[in-house]
């Protein structure tokens, strides 16, 4: 499935009415705003895989529509709707908010 017609652009054209309750906790002790959640807008395809939606840039490439903050959420949640309107899909917004470090790659 391809959401060829849609750009991120549309996102500061359109509105939404949603009302997100976000809880941006970035701060720590040694300083570093680390990541604690993120939101991803998904779809299941004709496999049965749910997958990543992606929207296209005004540049012609793809951009995921994941959120870490809450603009950025705000700005994708019209996109999505969009996308969902145009290819009459149903999407899904998913909040990962369990952070665990499984690794530390160092050099």
Same mark, same amino acid.
């Given at each position: 499935?391809?959401?060829?017609?849609?750009?991120?652009?549309? +996102?500061?054209? /359109?509105?939404?009415?949603?009302?997100?309750?976000?809880?941006? &906790?970035?701060?720590?002790?040694?300083?570093?705003?680390?990541?604690? #959640? /993120?939101?991803?807008?998904?779809y299941v395809d004709n496999g049965?895989?749910?997958i990543v939606a992606r929207a &296209?840039? !005004?540049?012609?490439?793809? +951009?995921?529509?994941?959120?870490?903050?809450?603009?950025?959420?705000?700005?994708?949640?019209?996109? +999505?709707?969009?996308?969902? &309107?145009?290819?009459?899909? !149903?999407? #899904?917004?998913?909040?990962?908010?369990?952070? /665990?470090?499984?690794?530390?790659?160092?050099?």
């Amino acid at each position: 499935m391809t959401f060829s017609h849609i750009a991120l652009a549309t +996102a500061a054209v /359109l509105t939404t009415s949603l009302v997100h309750q976000v809880d941006l &906790k970035m701060g720590s002790s040694d300083g570093v705003q680390r990541l604690e #959640q /993120l939101w991803v807008v998904t779809y299941v395809d004709n496999g049965g895989r749910e997958i990543v939606a992606r929207a &296209k840039l !005004t540049t012609g490439d793809y +951009a995921p529509l994941i959120a870490a903050d809450a603009a950025r959420l705000e700005s994708i949640i019209p996109v +999505a709707r969009e996308i969902a &309107k145009a290819n009459d899909v !149903t999407l #899904q917004i998913v909040k990962f908010s369990n952070r /665990l470090i499984v690794e530390e790659i160092k050099p």
